[in-house]
C-alpha cells in the first residue's frame, strides 16, 4: 500500500470512527523509529501491538523481531485488522485491547516481553484505561516493557499505578508531536 492510500484510508476510518482511531493520520517514520528502536529486540519472544491501524509499527516489528518471535497485534477496526491479516499471515489477531492477556492463553503464547501502543488513550474513560492497562500489565513478562505514545502527558499518573519504571520522550516530527511513554513492569 502507498504511502498516500494508507494516509487516506487512515483518514476515512477516523471521519468514521474518531473516538476510537485518535487521529487523523498514522503516526510518522520518526515517531516509529524513535519508539521502537531502543528495544532489545534480539531477545524478544512474544510481542504485542495494540491499536495496529495500517500497520506502522507492525511493519519495523517485521524489519527487526528475530524470527523466532511471535506477534499479536490488535486492532478494533475490523477492515484494518483483516488488512494487517492478509499483509502478515504469521501474526495472531484479536479485536480488543483489554482481552490481550486472555489473547495470549488463547493463542498459547507465552507473556509478552513488550507491548506497544497505538491506542488514543486520553479519548478513552478512566475505566477503559485502568482495564486495558491492568490487562497491559497481566500480560507482559516480569521485567516486561511497555511502549506507548499519545499526545498529551495526562496517561503518566495512569501508568505509575502499572509499572515501576516510566520515562517520557517528545517526538516534535510527528503530527501532531507525540509524547513516548517507555514503563517496565
Known amino acids: 500500500m502507498s504511502l498516500l492510500a494508507e494516509r487516506a484510508e487512515f483518514m476515512l476510518r477516523f471521519l468514521e470512527e474518531p473516538a476510537k482511531i485518535g487521529s487523523i493520520t498514522p503516526s510518522?517514520?520518526?515517531?516509529?523509529?524513535?519508539?521502537?528502536?531502543?528495544?532489545?529486540?534480539?531477545?524478544m519472544e512474544t510481542i504485542v501491538e495494540l491499536g495496529a491501524g495500517t500497520g506502522v509499527f507492525t511493519k519495523y516489528m517485521v524489519e527487526h523481531k528475530p524470527e523466532f518471535c511471535q506477534a499479536l497485534i490488535i486492532e478494533?477496526?475490523?477492515?484494518?485488522?483483516?488488512?494487517l491479516r492478509r499483509?502478515?499471515?504469521?501474526?495472531?489477531?484479536?479485536?480488543?485491547?483489554?482481552?490481550v492477556s486472555v489473547l495470549l492463553q488463547y493463542f498459547a503464547l507465552p507473556?509478552?516481553?513488550?507491548?506497544i501502543?497505538?491506542?488514543p488513550f486520553a479519548a478513552f474513560s478512566r475505566a477503559q484505561q485502568h482495564q486495558v492497562l491492568l490487562a497491559v500489565s497481566q500480560s507482559l513478562q516480569p521485567d516486561g516493557r511497555f511502549v506507548a505514545f499519545q499526545y498529551s502527558l495526562q496517561l503518566k499518573s495512569v501508568l505509575k499505578k502499572y509499572f515501576r519504571e516510566v520515562k517520557v520522550a517528545f517526538m516534535p516530527l510527528n503530527f501532531p508531536p507525540a509524547f513516548i511513554y517507555y514503563c517496565k513492569k
Open 111 to 115: 507473556k509478552a516481553d513488550c507491548v
Open 28 to 43: 510518522s517514520l520518526f515517531l516509529t523509529r524513535k519508539m521502537l528502536a531502543g528495544l532489545p529486540w534480539e531477545r
Open 76 to 83: 478494533q477496526n475490523y477492515e484494518m485488522r483483516e488488512k
Open 87 to 99: 499483509r502478515y499471515p504469521g501474526f495472531y489477531y484479536g479485536a480488543k485491547a483489554e482481552d
Open 117 to 119: 501502543s497505538g491506542l
